[in-house]
């Protein structure tokens, strides 16, 4: 299996500009995970979706975030309009259920820079 | 809101060293992992721990999970410098839905 697929791997836009963050799970999972990781505040869990259904936003920084998972195996985390603040490393990881023990495994991220 | 802790945030060591690495947090957790995360990768899970006082091991690594499941800790014996890494624990909450990611070790062995 490939793994989580995330696109682009680095990313840099100018303040204001939208940015789209894409994520292919690995098949046959049914949990997704969007994270954004900083040095000041490590990894942080922004949405999760079960069943392409989003089950908890409560982590999404503000309206300008938004997530979608139009079928089981693509999902998008939008910014709009990014700001410097935004810039971080995003990633998606996927489970095969929502098990308290279930493994995550993660993609290799997305380095966002805001100008 | 961080709800686990982990010490030394920091540590930088000669190989075949001894280490251990803290999880920590005054809530209880219905689970907990370590994951260890190298430079420009994702995490990877290396072990999750159930039940209060579970000791797991994975060759030179053993994990415990605290009687009370608020705390962990990470021990590594003779240190190597494949062990580099970042050590992330991270707790499930009691719905099993999401987990939450300490704060982060930063482990480096110096050959």
């Known amino acids: 299996d490939a793994g989580v697929i995330q696109s682009p791997r680095h990313e840099v836009t100018e303040m204001g500009q939208e940015v789209t963050l894409r994520c292919k799970p690995i098949?046959?999972?049914?949990?997704l995970f969007w994270y954004r990781q900083t040095m000041m505040r490590g990894l942080e869990l922004l949405i999760y979706?079960?069943?392409?259904?989003?089950?908890?936003d409560s982590g999404m920084p503000e309206d300008r975030f938004s997530a979608k998972m139009p079928n089981a195996s693509f999902s998008t985390l939008k910014i709009q309009p990014s700001e410097p603040r935004d810039s971080a490393v995003y990633f998606c990881?996927?489970?095969?259920?929502?098990?308290?023990?279930?493994?995550?495994?993660f993609g290799p991220g997305t380095r966002l820079t805001v100008l | 809101t961080q709800l686990l802790e982990q010490s030394p945030q920091f540590l930088s060591i000669q190989e075949g060293e001894n280490l251990t690495v803290y999880c920590n947090s005054s809530?209880?957790?219905?689970?907990l992992q370590w994951y260890r995360q190298e430079p420009g990768e994702g995490p990877v899970l290396l072990v999750t721990?159930?039940?209060?006082?579970e000791v797991k091991k994975l060759k030179r690594l053993t994990f415990q999970f605290g009687d009370a499941r608020k705390d962990s800790s990470l021990h590594i014996t003779a240190a190597q410098p494949g062990d580099t890494g970042l050590y992330l624990c991270?707790?499930?909450?009691?719905?099993?839905?999401?987990?939450?990611f300490g704060t982060g070790t930063s482990l480096t062995v110096i050959p």
């Open positions: 991270a707790g499930a909450s009691h719905t099993g839905n999401q987990f939450y």
């Open positions: 979706f079960n069943n392409n259904v989003p089950i908890d």
């Open positions: 809530s209880v957790f219905s689970s």
């Open positions: 098949s046959g999972h049914n949990s």
């Open positions: 990881a996927s489970s095969g259920s929502s098990g308290r023990t279930d493994t995550q495994y």
């Open positions: 721990v159930v039940t209060g006082g």
